[in-house]
């Protein structure tokens, strides 16, 4: 779980306004921070399936948020997978 210091920090790197908070950018980024520590919690703990479910659900939320950046806005979809480092 994310803690609010650490969401304000990604919404400031990067949100497209000053308000903003739901844009694809940054729910890719919400997104991406969340399965990494995810990530790191199942290697400690890998019978945790409730867990391993939820991270299932997160990276196909993930993948339809970048499929749909990608026909939307092609320039910041690549420069978004660039800066988070995914593969793309």
Do not use: C, W
């Not at 949100?15 to 199942?42: N, P, Y």
């Not at 339809?64 to 950046?69: P, Q, R, S």
């Not at 092609?74 to 593969?87: D, E, I, T, W």
């Amino acid at each position: 779980m994310l803690t609010s210091k650490q969401k304000q920090n990604i919404f400031k790197e990067y949100q497209l306004h000053e308000a903003d908070t739901g844009s694809s950018e940054v729910q890719i980024a919400l997104l991406t921070k969340e399965i990494t520590e995810l990530i790191s919690h199942l290697k400690k703990n890998p019978k945790d399936h409730h867990s391993r479910r939820g991270l299932l659900k997160m990276v196909g939320k993930r993948k339809k948020l970048l499929d749909y950046l990608s026909k939307d806005n092609p320039k910041s979809y690549s420069a978004l997978v660039r800066k988070l480092g995914l593969k793309k």
